[in-house]
């Protein structure tokens, strides 16, 4: 299967500081790229849609301009965290789209960002 | 609004004890319905994605089946080392995922 990467795999920050989260595939294009976010016991939850060349869709109740999210090229995204507080702890984790022929396409996860802001 | 249900919450089986692990789910216009498994603190690790009903995959010990109204995904005699969470999902208009909460298996030796 295909391989989604992310760096850091887990960071500490203190709060008020911003942390940048980088997705990228490693082996197939994404032109669609996804942000989760994780609690313990929980499942995921969608933050964002981020896709090449444009804007990031976000869903109802992410803040735009505190989760920052970019999508320069093919193969990397990045999620920045702005102004972190404890509250902003969890797990991320991202997912890039492959398409298949056919107008099929299977969707792939990187290992997550465990993410603690102090 | 679309749901996802999975069930059980939890299940506890004995090594080499078959079972089924079931996601019913309400939406419209399904594209895709993923199996996934997560074991804590990693990624979720892809397993299957089902586009229509009737259809069936298998690997390894798992077998997943869709109907148009649910999935089941079957392990068979399983080990120690199937121990963990399979998400289920599904894919609607807008290739945007919506996640069940998942069955947290565990496996005894």
């Known amino acids: 299967g295909a391989v989604v990467s992310q760096h850091p795999s887990w960071v500490i920050c203190k709060s008020g500081t911003s942390v940048k989260i980088e997705c990228r595939s490693l082996?197939?294009?994404?032109?669609?790229m996804f942000w989760y976010r994780q609690f313990p016991k929980q499942s995921l939850m969608l933050m964002a849609t981020?896709?090449?060349?444009?804007?990031?869709?976000?869903e109802q109740g992410v803040e735009k301009d505190k989760f920052l999210i970019n999508h320069a090229s093919l193969t990397l995204s990045t999620l920045t965290v702005t102004s972190a507080h404890p509250e902003d702890s969890s797990f991320y984790i991202c997912?890039?789209?492959?398409?298949?022929?056919?107008?099929?396409?299977?969707?792939?996860f990187g290992p997550g960002t465990r993410l603690t802001v102090t | 609004e679309d749901q996802v249900t999975q069930s059980p919450e939890a299940l506890r089986l004995q090594e080499g004890e078959s079972s089924s692990l079931n996601c019913s789910y309400t939406?419209?216009?399904?594209?895709?319905l993923f199996w996934y498994r997560q074991d804590p603190g990693k990624g979720p690790e892809f397993l299957f994605t089902?586009?229509?009903a009737g259809e069936e995959k298998e690997k390894e010990r798992l077998k997943a089946t869709l109907t148009k109204k649910e999935s089941f995904l079957h392990i068979t005699a399983p080990k120690p080392e199937d121990s963990a969470t399979y998400l289920c999902?599904?894919?609607?208009?807008?290739?945007?995922?919506?996640f069940g909460a998942g069955t947290t298996v565990t496996v005894r030796a």
């Open positions: 997912s890039a789209r492959d398409q298949l022929a056919g107008g099929l396409y299977e969707q792939y």
């Open positions: 981020s896709n090449e060349g444009s804007k990031a869709t976000y």
């Open positions: 082996d197939f294009q994404a032109t669609t």
């Open positions: 089902l586009y229509s």
């Open positions: 939406v419209s216009g399904l594209r895709g």
């Open positions: 999902a599904v894919q609607v208009h807008d290739y945007k995922l919506s």
